[in-house]
């Protein structure tokens, strides 16, 4: 089966702009998370999907952030405006099961440089 | 406050040297905890989980981990490290909140 993906692989964009990721997650997945990892510190959890609901944004950072799992199949992640403190890697993951028995699948990440 | 602690940001050793790596958790319940690892240019690959019944739980590419629970612990081990074993690794638990909290890392390095 395809793993999860995401798009792009890197991004590098100045303070101010637009920055929208996108992740696909494995086929059939319902949950589909975001986590990010600043540089030198841990991987955080931002948001949990379960279908096109959002069931768990307690990690979103602040309004600039905005998810969407439209129709529930891929997810994007819009950064507007970008900041020098959004540096670091997203990663998407998915699983079947929302009761965190099932192990979560990531994506490769998507390295974002806010300059 | 519930959390995951790595005391050790970076180890080295030679290849064919046994190998622990160190894991302490925060959290009033059994959770549900799982050792990842993350090669140069790739996602976060599972190695191993432990949900309940035996302690010590064998994973992928020759790892194992033990869960202590009177010392809230979860350490990875390995018993002959390969030059492809040079990741970093992740320990993390699942608990009520249902996403993972994940420590630090540990960055691996491998000696010929």
């Known amino acids: 089966e395809a793993g999860v993906t995401q798009f792009p692989s890197h991004s590098v964009i100045e303070k101010g702009q637009t920055v929208t990721l996108r992740c696909d997650p494995i086929s059939g997945h319902d949950n589909l998370y975001w986590y990010r990892r600043v540089m030198g510190k841990e991987i955080k959890f931002l948001l949990h999907?379960?279908?096109?609901?959002?069931?768990?944004e307690s990690g979103m950072p602040n309004n600039r952030f905005l998810a969407e799992r439209t129709g529930g199949t891929y997810s994007t992640l819009k950064v507007q405006p970008a900041e020098l403190e959004d540096s670091g890697v997203y990663f998407c993951?998915?699983?079947?099961?929302?009761?965190?028995?099932?192990?979560?699948?990531f994506g490769n990440g998507t390295r974002l440089t806010v300059t | 406050a519930q959390s995951v602690t790595q005391p050790d940001i970076h180890i080295t050793v030679s290849e064919g040297a046994s190998l622990e790596l160190r894991c302490n958790y925060s959290y009033g319940a059994t959770p549900y905890l799982f050792w990842y690892v993350q090669s140069p240019g790739q996602g976060l690959q599972l190695l191993l989980k432990y949900f309940s019944g035996d302690t010590l739980v064998q994973g992928i590419k020759g790892f194992e981990a033990e869960f202590k629970r009177s010392q809230s612990s979860f350490n990875l081990r390995k018993p002959s490290v390969h030059w492809s074993d040079a990741a970093e690794y992740f320990c993390a638990y699942s608990g009520s909140a249902r996403q993972l909290t994940f420590g630090s890392g540990t960055q691996l390095t491998v000696l010929p």
């Open positions: 999907f379960v279908k096109e609901s959002k069931q768990d």
């Open positions: 993951a998915s699983s079947q099961d929302p009761r965190g028995r099932s192990p979560l699948h």
